[in-house]
């Protein structure tokens, strides 16, 4: 079964501050990983996807993320945030099964507050 | 970018009774749909996987008696929460699986008094 983690559930930080969400997982085979946000009172929508490739994503507003296979981590960033970051932030995979379409397994957030 | 609508937005509905959640793909089909539930503070759980012209695909732990899942067009899936509990109030999420990714409805909240 596939499982995971993000390591904060919880940051702030100030406005132009950098920023790196963690996201481990658990799963031997191969995946295609997600990062999702959720601003408030807003759908879930996707920042950015791995699938194969280049292992260093951009995504929309600014993020990217790099999928390190040894570490089996697949981490957020940003250089510099913006007050408008403010929302939820969740990781996700799914295992690849070549062109089907599978389940989401969801960490469990992290909530980003961006102080002006 | 593409659509997916939820109906109703909040449900409160009284135990035993039961209550059925509409998922629309409104500019796009979707042979297949998912069922998610979120709950206070944590992540959400896939519960199910919902195809076109065929049965749902539970999740292990996840009562298909209790929730029923129909996929009846390329546009609509519902999900019916039978014999409704208050354990069962929760947050439930659609996602229609479009070329490349999910797109995610913007939730139904039940709550079961």
């Known amino acids: 079964a596939q499982s995971v983690s993000q390591h904060n559930h919880h940051v702030i930080l100030s406005e132009a501050a950098s920023l790196e969400l963690g996201c481990n997982y658990s799963y031997g085979g191969t995946v295609n990983l997600f990062w999702y946000v959720q601003y408030p009172g807003q759908h879930l929508q996707l920042l950015l996807k791995?699938?194969?490739?280049?292992?260093l994503v951009k995504g929309i507003k600014g993020f990217e993320a790099e999928f390190i296979k040894s570490k089996f981590s697949f981490n957020l960033r940003k250089p510099s945030v913006q007050w408008s970051d403010t929302a939820e932030y969740f990781c996700a995979v799914t295992s690849y099964s070549g062109g089907g379409a599978d389940g989401l397994t969801f960490g469990k957030g992290t909530h980003l507050i961006i102080q002006p | 970018g593409a659509v997916v609508s939820q109906h109703p937005s909040r449900v409160i509905c009284k135990s035993g009774t039961s209550v059925k959640i509409e998922c629309r793909s409104l500019d796009f089909q979707a042979t297949t749909m998912f069922w998610y539930r979120q709950f206070p503070k944590k992540s959400l759980m896939l519960m199910a996987t919902s195809n076109e012209g065929s049965k749902a695909t539970y999740e292990q732990g996840v009562e298909k008696d209790k929730f029923l899942i129909n996929h009846a067009s390329l546009t609509l899936s519902t999900l019916t929460v039978t014999s409704a509990h208050p354990e069962d109030s929760s947050f439930y999420i659609c996602s229609a699986m479009g070329r490349y990714e999910q797109y995610f409805g913007p939730g139904t909240r039940l709550t079961v008094t």
């Open positions: 791995y699938f194969s490739g280049d292992p």
